[in-house]
């Protein structure tokens, strides 16, 4: 070999460089040489320069034969599953007749294409309705259908993983777990045991064996007692939902989890313990980076990550693998010559050994980090990869992908239909495809290589996922591509260090603890990424839901790719296109208000529309307002929040410990300025009280308790605590009754009552024993309007406007008829959040005016 060229097939020798003389790329350096134009030859290059320079044994024209009967075998196997058995076998007939058919005209090219296909679709029919027939066959369905009781033995399939809890009435929902598996064995009351193979889906209640539960890994056999219910309605994959019967006894375990199930939970385990002195962010963090454990992730880092389209991250794909193979094997497209890179080289491992020893570091890699969707696809495309550079053939990536979905769908018809799965091919497929076209195009533009790179595989894998996140999601990212590009910085370091503490926790933990601390740098970042993005006013849009919002999203992108071409062309219509882009993120209240007429100028109170739960917002100045209550959902305060344009909060109230007043304080906190937190007096419910302390300490928010009759001022608000009183807790010992009740005035505004979820024993005292109670402008109704109200409290404070915070078709009724009745007899004018959404309230006196998304009413 000589400088500039390398041994092709045949001893041929090929041109390496980008250009030859007379700016033509010369091929073929030999027998015949073939020229072509010197800036495609320069794309070439520059495309592939990631991977190591081109070479005619590693670049290629697209090879698309596998990927026609790749979607045949995808389109059949996710329409089989969800068809009776039936139907299912009509359908694979139906696609091998049609291709014998066609046997006649086998001479002709696409004869043989359509034939190739039809036996692909048979195939996946196949394949998916039996799967679907294992499923509803054997007793388990038909024990889940009378919601019966037996006897089960199953074989865990995954990792036990909380269930993320939501806010059931005033309370959060206790701790689940939730886990794949399959029954093996099953006994309904003293009838005879069956040996089945069906899968369902196990929750675990609290009980006191939870802690054991938690321990459990993949492969254990365990026999216990439990009831079945149907699955459900958009899950076909289980046949049962299962729940242990709680208060039992534990489950036996009756065979122990394979040697591959413990060596992978002793690795995850410790990558867990390396990881334990680190801050929150990257503590929760690096375990989901590195193997795809998001047991620590928050609710709220969860929602950030979602919101900014980064929770690709933690569901462990390709771009991991890929991170471990080129450590061993170098860049891919030199594995082949004699410059080829990596650990292998460097310690002279033959290059079939090189691709056996990556081929088991894949198998390794999918026994740690658990056989997600993400995770089989890389897995199958990596294998592929690695038996073409064994056998020395081209390196194709596109039908290796096509393969590996071929083979997956075959073997486990369910990922058909993954949302997960879906997304991964996807993005796959766009780097693969669209991706160098536009690094390419990028490049003659005059941008980087390397920043062209990044650049065209952010936004490739955007455009061809976001509306596929559009059907499932109901929502549009705008932040998704910088997001991506600001967190890609640190995905690499923060893997590679990961995986080394990784391997070196089972050996020394010091040195493990010590890399997690470096792997926990990079990982902070990206989380701050996603919090920063997530906290823009900007940072989603809503969007229509389903297929049809999915494929509006597909064509509103077609427009918007054709109609950039042409603004290379116009700097001021692409400059401008930044500024409303820029504009659409930042969303600054002035515009934002301009758009939609939201909020009305001059307001002074405003109820958000937060579900069943409360949250209120008293404006203190330009910017800054006092919160009461933050309600069961952080998103959706958050949302409330930003369209106030609320930056700062010098004070957030929590009247009472309830779930649905105090789960949303994440949505608060999130990129806001907020001074301090102060709390009633009776610390129950004890884990809200719990979660309300942790969540605050987390932001270096301080919490104080309210003083009874305390009295502050803050810019133009003025309020004076009337309960809880001095002395005993509250009247009944309910949380409810231990609500912090405000009497509030506004310079130059109106009065408000505020008076938490009270109840009638506590606002009959309210009248009692105290300072007078004055008649007010606006009663925030107490109890989310519910029919336990005081009617002499009602009547001596008649109010203007009555504002009631409740749930669209809540289970409790509220608000009660009675009581809403009972406010209108008295002149008060009556908005409830279930149907007029957002509130504020502007004026005073009466000018006093209630204006709502829905509705626009003045006080009487």
Known sequence: MTDGTAEGPGGRAWDRTAEGTGGRAARRIGDRI?????????????????????????????????????????????????????????????????????????????CLVAMTVLCCAAAGAASGGLHAADVRRGPVPEIAQRYGRAEVEVILSTDPRPVRRKVTGDH???????????????SSRAGPVTEVRTPVLVFVDPDEHLGAWRRLLPSTRLRFAGRLAPPFEDDPGHAALLWPVSKGPPPVVTGRPSWAQRTAGALRAGLRRATDPLPADARALLPGLVVGDTSRVPPELDAAFRATDLAHLTAVSGGNLNVILALLIGPPALALRAERRGLAARLGVPLRATAALGGGLTVAFVVVCRPEPSVLRAAACGLVTLLALATGRRRSLIPALAAAVLGLVLYDPWLARSYGFTLSVLATGALLTVGPRWCAALVRRGVP????????????AQAVCAPVVAVFAARVGLV??????????????????????????????????????????????????????????????????????GALLALVTVFVLLAARGLGRRPWTAAGCAVLLLLALLRPPSMARFMTGWPPPGWSYAMCDVGQG??????????????????????????CLRQLGVTRVPLLLLTHFHADHVTGLPGVLRGRSVGEIETTTFAEPAGEAAFVRRTAAAAGV????????????????????????????????????????????????????????LEPAAQRSLLRGGPPVPAVDILKVAHHGSAYQDAR????????????SCGKGNPYGHPSPTTVGLLRAWGAVVLRTDKDGDIAVTGSGSGLRAVSRLADRSSP
Not at 172 to 186: G, K, N, T, Y
Not at 449 to 460: K, Q, S, T
Not at 482 to 505: D, I, M, Q, S
Not at 515 to 533: E, K, Q, S, Y
């Open 793 to 804: 409290l009602l009547r001596v404070l008649r109010p203007r406007l009555a504002l009631i």
């Open 614 to 639: 409360d949250a209120t917002v008293l404006a203190a100045g330009p910017g800054s307002a006092v919160v009461v209550d933050a309600g069961p959902d952080p998103a959706l305060v958050d949302g």
């Open 702 to 757: 301080p919490v104080v308790r309210v003083t009874p009759g305390e009295r502050r001022t803050t810019g133009p608000l003025t309020w004076r605590v009337l309960w809880p009183r001095a002395g005993p807790g509250p009247v009944t010992g309910e949380p409810n009754d231990s609500s912090v009740t405000l009497y509030v005035t506004v310079d130059h505004g109106p009065t408000l009552l505020l008076p938490g979820d």
């Open 172 to 186: 959060l929902a206790p701790e689940q777990l939730m886990f794949d598996a399959d029954v093996i064995r099953v």
């Open 480 to 549: 998704a591509v910088p997001c991506n590009l600001a967190a890609e910085l640190a995905v690499a370091p923060a893997t590679v260090l990961g995986f080394a503490a990784l391997a070196a926790a089972p050996v020394a933990m010091p040195a493990a603890e010590v890399l997690a601390r470096c792997a926990g740098w990079p990982a902070g970042w990206i989380a701050g990424v996603a919090r920063a993005g997530a906290a823009l006013p900007g940072a989603e849009l809503t969007w229509p839901g389903g297929w049809p919002g």
């Open 34 to 110: 073939t020229e072509r134009p010197a800036g495609r030859a320069r794309d070439r290059a520059l495309v592939g320069s990631r991977l190591g320079d081109p070479d005619p044994r590693q670049e290629g024209p697209a090879d698309l034969r596998l990927v026609p009967p790749a979607l045949a075998v995808w389109g059949a196997a996710a329409l089989a599953v969800g068809l009776p058995g039936v139907w299912a076998a009509v359908a694979t007939a139906g696609a091998l007749v049609s291709a014998a058919a066609l046997w006649a005209w086998r001479s002709r090219v696409w």
């Open 449 to 460: 290589v390397r920043l062209a790179e990044v650049l065209a595989a952010a936004g490739a």
